[in-house]
């Protein structure tokens, strides 16, 4: 999927600021979604990949669906989506040089690992992310 990072992070924002989801805390303080606030977060995107062709809001709704981390949403390959599974192996993260010794980040990249090594995984792919992903 070809977004990245910063696209991820504006657009959540936007999301959120938007109130298109609106999340509720529960007496055991997790917070849940309302009944319909999957399918309107969704239908959300759908709509926003539609006016604009920015496939970061492809990946917004699958991800409502896979719970991946951000940086292994953003790299994720077609590729990765196979046997009703979406294998994460990499991850995005700052691209860190050091420049006259201070720490300076000069974009992203992506690596090929993940957080940790319990990362590397295979993650079901429930129908709804199945079709959202073939719609796009």
């Given at each position: 999927?070809?977004?990245?990072?910063?696209?991820?992070?504006?657009?959540?924002a936007?999301?959120?600021?938007?109130?298109?989801?609106?999340?509720?805390?529960?007496?055991?303080?997790f917070?849940?979604?309302?009944?319909?606030?999957?399918?309107?977060?969704?239908?959300?995107?759908?709509?926003m990949?539609?006016?604009?062709?920015n496939?970061?809001?492809?990946?917004?709704?699958?991800?409502?669906?896979?719970?991946?981390?951000?940086?292994?949403?953003?790299?994720?390959?077609?590729s990765?989506?196979r046997?009703?599974?979406?294998r994460?192996?990499?991850?995005?993260?700052?691209?860190?040089?050091?420049?006259?010794?201070?720490?300076?980040?000069?974009?992203?990249?992506?690596?090929?690992?993940?957080?940790?090594?319990?990362?590397?995984?295979?993650?079901?792919?429930i129908s709804?992310?199945?079709?959202?992903?073939?719609?796009?």
């Amino acid at each position: 999927l070809p977004f990245s990072l910063i696209s991820f992070y504006h657009i959540c924002a936007g999301f959120c600021n938007a109130s298109i989801l609106k999340l509720t805390v529960a007496e055991n303080y997790f917070k849940s979604y309302l009944d319909d606030e999957p399918e309107r977060y969704a239908e959300a995107c759908r709509e926003m990949y539609e006016k604009t062709g920015n496939t970061t809001y492809v990946g917004l709704g699958i991800n409502m669906y896979l719970g991946l981390r951000q940086g292994e949403l953003v790299a994720l390959k077609v590729s990765d989506f196979r046997n009703g599974t979406v294998r994460v192996e990499r991850m995005e993260i700052a691209n860190n040089i050091m420049e006259n010794g201070k720490l300076k980040q000069r974009g992203y990249k992506i690596v090929p690992f993940t957080k940790t090594k319990d990362s590397v995984r295979n993650v079901p792919v429930i129908s709804i992310a199945k079709g959202f992903y073939e719609e796009m």
